[in-house]
């Protein structure tokens, strides 16, 4: 059975750090592309990160480049989300996806599993 598991989530304060971890079962998760979204309430959910299977990545957020870094861990088949110099606006469910295909897409149709999701709150 295919899962993911996001963990990492809590509360901290403007200016801090969290790591967020998506821990895959049921299949390698270095064959797909990972992407982490996050949905803050009464928003719609964004892309913020995605690593392809080779280890290239991409920003699909503005707003978190300089701040935010994504890696994989193959043998733990686990991917990163790590989050610096965090603030308010940075709080959601953070999500993370496995897409259909070994890059990453551009829409988040093209990616079929998903994690329960993790909260991140982040004090002023």
């Known amino acids: 059975q295919v899962q993911l598991v996001e963990s990492g989530g809590g509360l901290v304060q403007s200016g801090g750090s969290l790591r967020l971890s998506c821990v895959a079962s049921g299949f390698a998760l270095d064959r797909y592309a990972i992407g982490w979204f996050r949905q803050a309430p009464g928003k719609r959910r964004e892309g913020v990160l995605c690593?392809?299977?080779?280890?290239?990545?991409?920003y699909y957020a503005d707003s978190v480049k300089g701040r935010f870094t994504i890696s994989r861990d193959k043998d733990k088949n686990t991917v990163y989300l790590q989050m610096n110099s965090l603030k308010p606006e940075d709080t959601a469910v953070y999500y993370c996806?496995?897409?259909?295909?070994?890059?990453?897409?551009?829409?988040?149709?093209?990616?079929?599993?998903w994690g329960q999701g993790t909260q991140v709150s982040v004090s002023s």
């Open positions: 690593i392809s299977s080779t280890g290239p990545y991409i």
């Open positions: 996806a496995s897409a259909d295909y070994y890059y990453c897409p551009s829409s988040v149709q093209s990616y079929r599993y």
